[in-house]
């Protein structure tokens, strides 16, 4: 059976243009994991996860553009994880260039790291920027 990641209100952050973002996060994710169901050429898959990786590092420029123009405490610790989130990315890319990957080892590395990005440090960032939009 193919799994792709279920998009639910469990993964809004409650900020606006972060959810939209993170949506469309999800659905690039699901492109990837369905053309490796698929059974699509590996060149097909890597194109795809290129693209991925450029939005996710334009996402993570906004997320710390927003943090900072907000003086966010814990910027510094939340741009270190993005930059690990990266480095993981690039491990799997690496890994998807060298070898015929499943679509399962595929599917739990990218729910994985989508949760682990979406329901962690950033659900602890938006409540602190939504106080500080309201008090503008
Ligand atoms: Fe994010
Ligand atoms: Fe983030």
């Known amino acids: 059976m193919s799994q792709t990641i279920d998009w639910s ?7 606006d243009e972060i959810d939209v973002q993170h949506k469309r996060m999800a659905e690039m994710i699901n492109n990837i994991l369905i ?7 590996k060149e097909e898959l890597l194109e795809t996860m290129e693209v991925f990786l450029k939005y996710v590092k334009w996402h993570f420029q ?10 966010y405490p814990d910027f510094s610790e939340h741009r ?3 930059v690990v989130l990266i480095n993981n ?13 499943s679509a399962n080892n595929l599917y739990s590395f990218f729910f994985g790291w989508f949760g682990g990005h979406a329901f962690s440090s950033d659900k602890a ?9 309201t008090r503008l």
Do not use: G, Q, T, W
């Open 89 to 101: 990315l690039l491990d799997k890319k690496m890994e998807m260039e060298r070898k015929n990957l």
């Open 80 to 82: 270190d994880e993005h």
């Open 62 to 71: 906004s997320e710390e553009l927003i943090m900072k123009m907000y003086d």
């Open 35 to 41: 053309a490796s169901y698929k059974h699509r050429p």
């Open 9 to 15: 209100d469990e993964y809004l952050v409650r900020l």
């Open 125 to 133: 960032m938006a409540p602190f920027i939504s106080k500080s939009i």
